[in-house]
């Protein structure tokens, strides 16, 4: 599986952006969807994931939302009430092995190559 991931930029605090993965070269429908985000130095952080069946497993409750959408292949994370320790690269991975351990780095398969979003305060 191929992930292309776009939609980061430069926002305000208080604002929103929303991010996109493209997914090709497999059935999308057989993974399960996730995203992380890592900061200069720190490790890799669990964001969102969402199963194949549609189940939503959110870190970041409240003001992240997780969506797939399976006629055009693409996952998308909705994030609103920026802060500026959102700061980050974002990333999203593509886990076809059936396991269950949405936050684990270990279960995903691919990824996509990040997507910076910096938030300003």
């Known amino acids: 599986v191929q992930l292309q991931a776009s939609g980061g930029g430069l926002v305000q605090a208080g604002g929103s952006l929303r991010l996109s993965c493209a997914a090709s070269?497999?059935?999308?429908?057989?993974?399960?969807m996730g995203w992380f985000r890592q900061a200069p130095g720190k490790e890799r952080e669990f964001v969102a994931a969402i199963s194949r069946s549609g189940g939503l497993y959110v870190h970041v409750k409240g003001r992240f939302t997780i969506s797939r959408d399976n006629a055009k292949n693409t996952v998308y994370l909705q994030m609103n009430s920026l802060k500026p320790e959102d700061t980050a690269v974002y990333y999203c991975?593509?886990?076809?092995?059936?396991?269950?351990?949405?936050?684990?780095?270990?279960?995903?398969?691919?990824w996509g190559q990040g997507t910076q979003v910096t938030v300003s305060s």
């Open positions: 070269g497999r059935t999308f429908t057989n993974y399960a």
């Open positions: 991975a593509a886990a076809g092995g059936g396991g269950t351990s949405y936050g684990s780095t270990a279960n995903y398969d691919y």
